[in-house]
């Protein structure tokens, strides 16, 4: 049965998802009850999920940035002081004013019908350095940027250029509120026994049914393992199909996902075998 609520606070006792918008559920969170923040938002201009106020399709790159910036203003007071945000976030390339992108030979799905114009003060085939425009963003409103890790992609995406070398990296941000805060460097030592480093070799990992931007579980277990405890609440902003849910649930962790897409909300259930009780829909 799904649940609509009114807007009052959401008391949060066991792992849920919500279908709606990132900003309107994270707004009727309470405030510092999440431990860590494990998402991947929606890329700028790579990606239409054709619902109605989705994130990516804003029309200039700054419109795109503040959207998020709020987002995470609010993420902000519903983590814990002692808590992690880590953050995926890709780039891109500008689109030259084409309003759109053909379909890559050994790369279909990366046709689009409509693409923002080339951002202001950026020239046609410019990488647009959203990762660290975001990064630095975040650091002004307050973030504390801990760390930069390069997600090197063994198995990346073949790309048809042969102007520039193939991209196989993206990179994970780590954020804290405050100076202090929980982190278990032990728990995702490396084989040897070193502290982690911040060059993570980890596949693409394609899942049936997903999204095409599909977490890999292996990037989203580090994460939890080093900044929460037992029965910790994980909570992802832009749950997709559920991933960052099935690692915490593994872990012995309880998840918050926010969703906005119903197509999305129920392929994360059917994964986490979840009842229609655990769902909630939030108007906007």
Not at 115 to 124: A, F, H, S, V, W
Not at 234 to 255: C, E, H, I, M, Q
Request: proline content about 7%; charged content about 25%.
């Amino acid at each position: 049965m799904w649940m609509g609520l009114g807007s009052d606070t959401i008391d949060l006792s066991r792992s849920t998802i919500f279908e709606g918008d990132a900003l309107a559920v994270l707004r009727r969170l309470p405030t510092a009850s999440v431990q860590c923040v494990v998402t991947s938002p929606p890329y700028w201009g790579l990606r239409d999920y054709n619902i109605a106020d989705q994130i990516g399709l804003e029309p200039t790159l700054p419109a795109f940035l503040q959207r998020l910036q709020t987002v995470f203003d609010e993420i902000r007071r519903v983590l814990r002081d002692d808590g992690l945000l880590w953050l995926n976030i890709g780039d891109g390339y500008t689109s030259g004013n084409r309003g759109w992108r053909a379909p890559d030979k050994k790369n279909p799905a990366r046709a689009m019908t409509s693409r923002p114009d080339t951002p202001e003060g950026l020239k046609p085939k410019d990488l647009q350095g959203i990762p660290w425009r975001l990064a630095f963003a975040l650091q002004d409103q307050g973030w504390y940027l801990r760390a930069d890790i390069v997600w090197n992609k063994p198995n990346a995406m073949p790309e048809s250029v042969k102007d520039r070398p193939t991209r196989a990296h993206e990179y994970l941000f780590m954020f804290s509120k405050d100076e202090r805060y929980y982190y278990d460097r032990c728990a995702i030592l490396d084989p040897n026994g070193r502290n982690c480093r911040s060059v993570w070799n980890i596949n693409t990992h394609a899942f049936a049914g997903a999204h095409f931007a599909t977490f890999p579980a292996k990037l989203v277990e580090p994460c939890i393992k080093a900044s929460t405890r037992p029965g910790d609440f994980v909570l992802d902003p832009f749950f997709g199909s559920g991933t960052v849910g099935l690692v915490a649930k593994n872990l012995g962790r309880r998840y918050v996902g926010i969703e906005l897409h119903p197509d999305y909300v129920a392929l994360a259930a059917e994964r986490l075998a979840e009842d229609e009780a655990s769902i909630m829909r939030i108007a906007a």
